[in-house]
């Protein structure tokens, strides 16, 4: 059974660092992108960054690119989002997602942590 396992969220401030760590098990990850997704309150879930398992290929929203950094450890089936420079509108409940790699949709999801950034 696949299980993605968020955490690191919390409460920060303008300005600060979180790292968002999801552990993932059940399968062999190699052929997989592995993604963190973000939805803020009222609105859609929506695409943060991903990278694939194997190679370590990385792609990245517009709105954090610069300031978030997504990384992999194989050792320890986990994917990391190193999040810089918070701001407000950053505030969102933050998902990791996996799916196959040549796929569009998603086949797993943790459960959320969420992230708020206070002004």
């Known amino acids: 059974q696949v299980q993605l396992v968020e955490s690191g969220g919390g409460l920060v401030q303008a300005g600060g660092s979180l790292k968002l760590s999801c552990a993932a098990s059940?399968?062999?990850?190699?052929?997989?992108?592995l993604g963190w997704f973000r939805q803020p309150p009222g609105k859609e879930r929506e695409f943060v960054a991903h990278?694939?398992?194997?190679?370590?290929?990385?792609a990245y929203a517009d709105s954090v690119k610069a300031r978030f950094t997504i990384s992999r450890d194989n050792a320890k089936n986990t994917v990391y989002l190193q999040m810089n420079s918070l701001k407000p509108e950053d505030t969102a409940v933050y998902y990791c997602?996996?799916?196959?790699?040549?796929?569009?949709?998603?086949?797993?999801w943790g459960q959320g942590t969420q992230v708020t950034v206070s002004s």
């Open positions: 997602g996996a799916r196959r790699i040549g796929d569009m949709r998603y086949d797993y």
């Open positions: 990278i694939t398992w194997n190679l370590g290929s990385t």
């Open positions: 059940g399968r062999t990850f190699s052929n997989y992108v």
